[in-house]
């Protein structure tokens, strides 16, 4: 296969997924490899609580202080609320109708967690 071939070519691509390819302006196995994702998030190095910009995407290493708290709201949806820590503050991390996180966090113990500040 060379670049300049047709991405109909490509095994696995059908005339659907064509019309999608080429609606975003991708024609031949170049246009393919050269097309890269619009935002990138680095997960590789995690971040301090304190040094996290307010609405900034992040990958943070802290200690889960307490059980996952359980919170109703309207229409039987919940929210679930966990309290971490690290060496340079406190964070309330919060998620929506996912229950089933309760039994994931062990108190005192080390965890990631990719976090929206």
Known sequence: MNLTEDVKYIKGVGPQKVKL???IGIFNV???ITYYPRGYEDRSKPKNICECANG???L???VAM???VDSRISKGRTIQ???VIDETGQAVITW???P???SKFQIRKEIQILWKS
């Open 21 to 23: 390819l080429n609606k």
């Open 30 to 32: 170049e246009d393919l």
């Open 56 to 58: 900034e995407v992040a």
């Open 60 to 62: 943070i290493e802290a």
């Open 66 to 68: 307490s059980r996952i």
């Open 81 to 83: 609320r966990l309290t």
């Open 96 to 98: 929506f109708n996912q």
């Open 100 to 102: 089933y996180l309760k």
